[in-house]
């Protein structure tokens, strides 16, 4: 009734001090901003929704979810399969193989991210909604209850006319105040929490980010030494099929720093290239050659390269179109053009 007449504008109502409304106004937009960030949270760590359906679902049974291959082992399995289909021995399969078992790691890297963000973060912020949050509204209900029991018997003791009625009504004031501030303390008391709330969430976010950070290093990592793997392939397998093999191209291999770096070279130096190195195919003589970038020789007839240093190269008849003989010294092996500048 009280609460009806309140709605309605008949009944006065005992506002809560300021302090205690802002507590309540911080720990609700603390839980729609945590709800709002552990789901797409989730939504980042497993895009797949029927997966996450599911995960939830044995995590209510209290079950384990079978482990199924993620979309990066997936692909990884794939690719193996089709290189040794295609023959591990041809640079298209060999290539699939090394591609594939990076895929494969980048998966356990992606499987070790969520497992230690579902720990270290998400956990923290599904226990405070589903915990404290949950003891904080169970205790403002309470709250509000009291308040409408003490602004209930305030309109009783002004509607009170004899005596008797009088006092009864002011002793029911005086419990029903007593009720109500106990009650209001002990919410302030649980709202108060919330900063410890947001320094607890401010760790684990910390923790997030380093989960983040780890992932993407090792992943970085794989890639760097997938892109060395691949760099010791002959470039004609990376180019693409319209271009002339001929013509020196811009390893896969090369990253992307120094391939921007060359690409603002003028673009004559390339035709001084080309043409320094139709010549060198033709005549017998052998010309000096700055390496442009490191390079591991990805076997005994290769020569591993260092960045800036000079070497001595020359043509055999018959080689490969992309690789020129390099001399270093008493060393010698093959070396691809794409990682040399032939000097006059």
């Not at 692909?75 to 193996?80: A, D, H, S």
């Not at 008849?317 to 691809?336: A, C, I, T």
């Amino acid at each position: 009734l009280q609460f009806t007449e309140e709605k309605l504008g008949q009944a006065e109502k005992t506002e809560l001090d300021a302090h205690l409304e802002n507590l309540l106004s911080k720990a609700e937009c603390t839980k729609l901003w945590t709800e709002k960030i552990m789901k797409q949270t989730e939504v980042l760590l497993q895009p797949n929704p029927n997966a996450r359906i599911e995960e939830f679902v044995y995590e209510k049974l209290d079950r384990k979810a079978p482990s199924r291959m993620n979309n990066p082992e997936l692909l990884g399995q794939y690719m193996i399969d089709a290189g040794n289909e295609f023959g591990p021995g041809t640079a298209y399969g060999n290539a699939l193989i090394k591609c594939g078992e990076t895929q494969k790691r980048i998966g356990t890297a992606d499987r070790e991210l969520i497992q230690t963000s579902a720990i270290n973060f998400l956990t923290p912020l599904r226990n405070f909604i589903e915990g404290d949050y949950k003891t904080i509204t169970k205790e403002r209900k309470l709250l509000q209850n009291k308040r409408l029991d003490l602004d209930a018997a305030k309109t009783r003791l002004k509607k009170a006319k004899v005596a008797e009625a009088r006092a009864a009504s002011e002793q029911e004031v005086r419990i029903t105040q007593s009720e109500f501030d106990r009650q209001a303390e002990i919410t302030r008391l649980l709202l108060e929490g919330i900063s410890s709330t947001h320094a607890h969430h401010l760790r684990c976010l910390n923790d997030f980010v380093e989960a983040q950070m780890t992932y993407y290093a090792q992943c970085y990592q794989y890639m760097l030494d997938l892109q060395k793997q691949l760099g010791s392939f002959p470039s004609t397998f990376l180019s693409n099929n319209n271009q002339s093999s001929t013509t020196p191209m811009q390893s896969v291999s090369t990253p992307s720093v120094l391939a921007s770096a060359s690409a603002s070279l003028p673009s004559v130096s390339n035709s001084i290239i080309t043409s320094g190195i139709s010549e060198l195919k033709s005549s017998s003589g052998s010309r000096k050659a700055r390496v442009l970038y490191d390079y591991d020789a990805a076997n005994s007839s290769e020569l591993s390269l260092l960045a800036d240093e000079v070497i001595t190269v020359y043509s055999i008849p018959g080689m490969d179109s992309d690789w020129l003989m390099g001399e270093r010294g008493n060393q010698k092996g093959k070396v691809p053009i794409t990682y040399l500048e032939l000097l006059n």
